[in-house]
C-alpha cells in the first residue's frame, strides 16, 4: 500500500487504485476470457448499484489488465474510502447469473469480431502488443476459446481467482496519513485471503 500527499488541491480531491494480481485469471486463454465476461457482468451490476456516485462526485472504473484487474476510483475525497470498500466487497462477492453470462459473452464476441475488422496498421500494433507483453492476447486467439466457455467454468475461474490472489494499492490525494493507514487496514481485513505473490507484466 502506497500513499502520496497532496495538499496542492484547491478542493479535496484524490484518487485510489486497487490492483489485483491473479493467476487464475491470466495463466491460460480460458482464464482471460472467463476475466473479460465477468468484469462486463461486474461492471453492469456496479453500474446499476452506484449510479449516484457519479452524481455526487465520485468516479470508479474497473477494467482488466496483464496479471489481473484494477479498481480505480477518484474525486472528492469525503466518502471516497467508503466507496472504495464498498466497491471491495462488491467485486470480491459479485457472482454473475447465467443470464449476465451469455448477455456479456456474447458482448465480447463480437467486439473480437469488430477487432479483426480494423486496418492493418491497427491489427499489427495489437501483434507488437501481444509480443512484446506478457499475458496479452490476439483478439482472433481469445475469439475462439470466448466461444467455447461456458458458465461453470467462467465461475470455476472466478473462484480459483479469490481463492489467492495479490493486491498492491496506491491513494494520492489531500487525505491524512490517519486516514491512508485505516483505509489500508480495511483493505487487509476485507481481502484476507489476498496471499498471493506479485506477477511479472
Not at 82 to 109: C, M, N, W
Request: aromatic fraction near 12%; charged fraction near 20%; include cysteine.
Amino acid at each position: 500500500f502506497w500513499f502520496a500527499q497532496d495538499q496542492q488541491f484547491h478542493s479535496p480531491k484524490g484518487d485510489i487504485y486497487i490492483s489485483f494480481d491473479a493467476t487464475s485469471f491470466s495463466d491460460t486463454l480460458e482464464a482471460v476470457a472467463a476475466k473479460r465476461i465477468w468484469l462486463g457482468a461486474l461492471n453492469d451490476y456496479l453500474q446499476a448499484k452506484y449510479y449516484r456516485a457519479e452524481i455526487a462526485g465520485l468516479h470508479y472504473r474497473i477494467y482488466g489488465h496483464q496479471a489481473g484487474f484494477t479498481l480505480h476510483t477518484r474525486g472528492f475525497t469525503n466518502q471516497q474510502t467508503l466507496l472504495a470498500s464498498q466497491l471491495l466487497d462488491a467485486v470480491t462477492g459479485y457472482v454473475p447469473d447465467e443470464r449476465a453470462f451469455e448477455h456479456h459473452k456474447a458482448l465480447q464476441i463480437q467486439s473480437l469480431q469488430n477487432a479483426l475488422l480494423n486496418k492493418p496498421t491497427n491489427r499489427l500494433f495489437s501483434r507488437l502488443s501481444v509480443l512484446i507483453q506478457r499475458n496479452t492476447q490476439a483478439p482472433v486467439e481469445l475469439l475462439d476459446v470466448i466461444e467455447d466457455i461456458d458458465y461453470n467454468k467462467m465461475l470455476s475461474c472466478r473462484e480459483s481467482a479469490f481463492r489467492c490472489y495479490f493486491i498492491e494499492a496506491f491513494m494520492h490525494g489531500n487525505w491524512a496519513s490517519e486516514e491512508a493507514k485505516s483505509f489500508a487496514e480495511k483493505i487487509r481485513t476485507l481481502n484476507d485471503k489476498a496471499g498471493g505473490a506479485p506477477l511479472s507484466r
